[in-house]
């Protein structure tokens, strides 16, 4: 049941320092350095020379995060959408290996990727929720996130686990594959170990519903970010407009004043992601819709540079670029869920919308 929350939405919001504990509960190692990720055989990596990510909604942008940390750490890789994949996969050969994400294990669209790119040769896993789906049973391997079920339509405490486990994932086939660690790994695993506690924190703190309270009535909501901060502006607009009705865009930072620039005004507040990758820039941007007249909400943490000069501001708590985004996105969850609260929507069932998509 719901418990205390009125929806389970924010029931699954909240059971986020849990899920991630679990997710990386034996997996990590921060006293030995180690990702301790028993799944797979000891340098089971090691000839994988491209990674291709196939995955569809949230699980896209989960997915575009894993690939961004992979390319982060040397190793050559791609996320892309599963239902454009039968018509513009990257050349695959038997050292590709191919990562379905997925939360359910059945989305339609997931499994006829996965099976085209087993078909051709490449070595296939996927990341999911659910122990004995489709995808599980059909990959040649699976890491399990461990997430527990999630009832919301919206996936939110999925996102999270995925990310995490995909981060972790791309640490260890980096690693496989240049025969030591990666460079970051010393620093990220502690950071990881704490999160379940920088989560409790930022949820126990938020400002997010005020925030949807001041501006719950503009035309257009929009999100930007840079580095892996932009697959968390894209969730963060695909569970606004999911839940809310209302229409929001996530952008790349530095893409606004190619074009949705035009679209900026008053009426159209932009929530500005800060990483740490590159923040200077993205503030920059920030200013520039400022200046024509938008409210910019920074998501960063206390003491930024952007604190200051944004209109508003919801607090991270300081960690590593690889994990600031998660901590971004939990924020943005609780101003869509307060949003839509707010206007009154059927926040666990959106219109049109199936938890499982098991149709092309
Ligand atoms: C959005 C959402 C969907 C799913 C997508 C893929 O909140 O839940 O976008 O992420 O339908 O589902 P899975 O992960 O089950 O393959």
Do not use: W
């Not at 921060?30 to 055989?41: N, P, Q």
């Not at 461990?146 to 994932?169: C, D, N, Y």
């Not at 000069?309 to 690889?322: C, F, K, M, Q, R």
């Amino acid at each position: 049941g719901k418990g205390e929350y009125d929806h389970f939405m924010l029931k699954e919001i909240n059971e986020q320092p849990t899920s991630l504990a679990q997710a990386i509960e034996g997996r990590v190692d921060s006293a030995t350095e180690r990702i301790a990720l028993s799944d797979f055989e000891p340098d089971t990596f090691e000839d994988v020379d491209s990674v291709q990510f196939v995955a569809c909604g949230t699980s896209y942008h989960a997915a575009l995060y894993g690939s961004l940390t992979l390319n982060q750490a040397g190793v050559q890789s791609t996320a892309l959408l599963a239902n454009e994949y039968s018509v513009s996969a990257p050349p695959i050969d038997d050292d590709t290996l191919v990562i379905a994400v997925t939360q359910s294990g059945e989305t339609a669209d997931t499994l006829t990727a996965l099976r085209r790119a087993d078909a051709e040769g490449a070595r296939t896993l996927t990341v999911t929720n659910v122990v004995g789906s489709t995808a599980a049973r059909e990959a040649d391997d699976a890491l399990f996130i461990r997430a527990g079920p999630e009832i919301g339509v919206a996936a939110t405490k999925t996102f999270s686990s995925q990310a995490v486990m995909l981060t972790l994932l791309g640490q260890r086939i980096a690693g496989d594959l240049q025969g030591e660690p990666p460079a970051d790994l010393k620093s990220l695993l502690p950071e990881l170990e704490s999160m379940p506690g920088r989560l409790d924190d930022l949820l126990a703190s938020s400002a997010a519903e005020s925030i949807a309270e001041q501006y719950s009535d503009s035309q257009s909501y929009f999100f930007i970010g840079r580095g892996l901060g932009f697959p968390v502006a894209l969730e963060g607009a695909l569970k606004f407009k999911e839940i809310t009705y209302e229409h929001a865009e996530g952008f790349a930072s530095g893409e606004l004043k190619h074009g949705p620039l035009a679209l900026v005004t008053p009426e159209t507040p932009v929530f500005a992601i800060f990483t740490g990758q590159e923040d200077e820039k993205t503030l920059k941007n920030a200013e520039e819709a400022q200046t024509r007249g938008a409210p910019v909400i920074a998501v960063c943490p206390d003491g930024h540079p952007a604190v200051k000069a944004a209109d508003e501001h919801l607090s991270i708590p300081e960690t590593e670029p690889n994990l600031a985004g998660l901590l971004a996105n939990v924020q943005l969850q609780l101003v869509s869920y307060y949003a839509a609260d707010l206007l009154d929507r059927p926040i666990d069932k959106p219109r049109n919308l199936a938890k499982s998509v098991t149709v092309e």
